[in-house]
């Protein structure tokens, strides 16, 4: 059921089967399979992450390509509170390992925040990450492009993109590489750094070898109407007109909460094995957080990975259940 | 496009990047990336496929819980066809390597069949696995029920099961261990042999301990109406009453055309690495034919990893795409 602020009491003294931190597409999935495996779990989620923000999920089997993340968001909740799952509007602020047990402290309501403790048995970190965007004066500005013509991944979108005049928006030198992933898709690439890197001689020569067009000088604003970026403005007044873009300035990765713990990292992210299990063996973790591509799909099957794998522990160490009524002498 | 027996001789000469044989969940998840990434592929579904048969589709995150498995792969094949994507309905007969190259013949037609060749540069394999039913006289009661209340995965429909009366239908004694996980979900388990094997005294005592009947008298047919089983009726008159069923009775694997491969098999199973790719450079295996657990949402992330992988080796052979007009001396 939803919890809240009113309702979120009664569940403090149970124990969760797992804890499923972001109610992305890999959080959902995961308390999707949780529950009809017959585990108790509880979804939080902060609002707003990465999927939230997609206005066309392209490349999902079984959805039509216009479907916005949104949907899908909504159809898994619901999905998921039709099966008895609990599910609360929070932020995980810290997880503290008791040895069996994970107690969950939950930033609950904007104002007069409450903190929960609630408690699981496992955890799937399911947080995700977020692109960083452009930081402009005027933020509705980026707003009304991100997830439209102004793309934030090129495996999603560089379909999208194909053979269109495209800015390439970056904030270090070593995201410049995108751009000779991205020349498969169009030649058409302008790379802005907003002046916000220093680019070295190799680079620039790299650049003018593949005719990509340098610009340094900072952004005043995107151009464009209804959602269809059609350009940028300099802060020189200078503009350059564009079809479309790719912001690759990385992300924020939400795993503060993750810190405390004795787990594998490769950067950012998090180390698993084929079942999404971290190197803490009551942990999992899910979709963008963890080692390899981000895909809505690959986010949906680690929710049933790590569900199946900590269903699988738990089932073996249950005690078996027999048909007490064919059994000769029938135990309770 | 759609290709048949009318139009396919235009495809004859061309070399696709990637042909996939099998149109399920795993396949067409393949061949939208593929198209989505500007390859060129052809995806071959010999029809009638394990996800084909399925009722309802309860645990892929995305779809109401009351999806029929029919509604994604109409809405897959569309997407894909969408894209431009080839689509040949027919049976994958034999593939060849032909060094850098594979010479895929297919049946096309069930009646006055031809078998033309297909080439292309990688093979992935989502042709899948199909389960073994009850073999009783009138097939069409068999076919009644399956999918429906008489299920063939634990994982996908434990829940459905759940403390209900169930029948186990086996052929072999090594099957009826499957009771010893189903009893996670219900403990009213009976379980079905109809003589197909022997069972030992020590898997007879461990039913026995359980409370779990056993029944080896061959099944006559299955009792119900609406495509809702409620029990069997035996070869010598009796009947059981029961409220739901499962059948583990093992798969055929649709793997005859890849035999000729030099592949790593695990059982009937292709070993693959994490991006899918078999031990053969040029071969994936997706979803059910590969190891790892059966369940739609794995094959569709199998897909999309395939089909990655696939992208980046040729991205990566390519020559790179300049943007000819900025170039000091433009090359063609």
Redesign the interface.
């Known amino acids: 059921m939803k919890l809240s602020k009113k309702n979120l009491e009664q569940r403090l003294d149970h124990v969760y089967d797992a804890i499923v931190v972001g109610g992305g597409?890999g959080g959902?999935?995961a308390g999707?399979?949780l529950?009809?495996?017959?585990l108790s779990s509880l979804v939080v989620e902060k609002g707003r992450g990465r999927s939230f923000w997609m206005q066309d999920l392209?490349?999902?089997?079984?959805?039509?390509?216009d479907?916005p993340g949104r949907?899908?968001l909504q159809?898994?909740q619901q999905?998921y509170l039709?099966?008895n799952g609990d599910y609360l509007m929070g932020f995980v602020e810290e997880v503290r390992d008791e040895g069996e047990i994970f107690a969950v402290k939950i930033k609950v309501g904007k104002q007069e925040s409450i903190y929960p403790v609630f408690r699981a048995r496992y955890l799937i970190a399911a947080s995700g990450i977020i692109d960083y965007l452009p930081q402009l004066e005027d933020m509705q500005n980026v707003y009304d492009y991100a997830g439209y013509n102004l793309h934030v991944c090129l495996?999603c979108d560089?379909?999208e993109m194909?053979d269109k005049k495209c800015g390439l928006f970056v904030n270090s030198e070593s995201a410049i590489n995108t751009a000779?992933?991205l020349?498969?898709?169009?030649?058409?690439?302008t790379v802005f750094t907003q002046g916000l890197c220093e680019v070295g001689a190799e680079m620039r020569q790299k650049l003018?070898?593949?005719?990509?067009?340098l610009v340094e000088t900072p952004i005043q604003k995107f151009l464009g109407h209804d959602h269809e970026m059609t350009g940028v403005e300099l802060t020189d007044g200078s503009t350059v007109e564009l079809e479309t873009g790719l912001v690759a300035m990385g992300s924020h990765y939400y795993n503060e909460y993750l810190k405390g713990l004795d787990l594998e990292w490769q950067g950012s992210n998090l180390v698993t094995d084929?079942m999404c299990r971290t190197s803490h063996p009551r942990v999992f973790a899910v979709g963008d957080l963890k080692v390899?591509?981000n895909?809505v799909?690959?986010a949906?099957?680690?929710?049933?990975?790590a569900a199946?794998a900590i269903w699988r522990e738990i089932?073996r160490a249950?005690s078996?259940?027999?048909?007490?009524?064919?059994?000769?002498n029938p135990k309770s």
């Open positions: 597409a959902l999935s999707i399979y529950q009809r495996y017959r392209r490349n999902y089997l079984g959805l039509p390509p479907t949907t899908l159809q898994g999905h039709s099966l495996i560089g379909y194909a000779f992933v020349n498969w898709f169009t030649p058409y690439i003018q070898d593949h005719g990509f067009p084929s390899g591509i895909q799909s690959v949906v099957a680690d929710g049933t990975l199946t089932r249950a078996p259940r027999r048909w007490e009524e064919h059994l000769a």
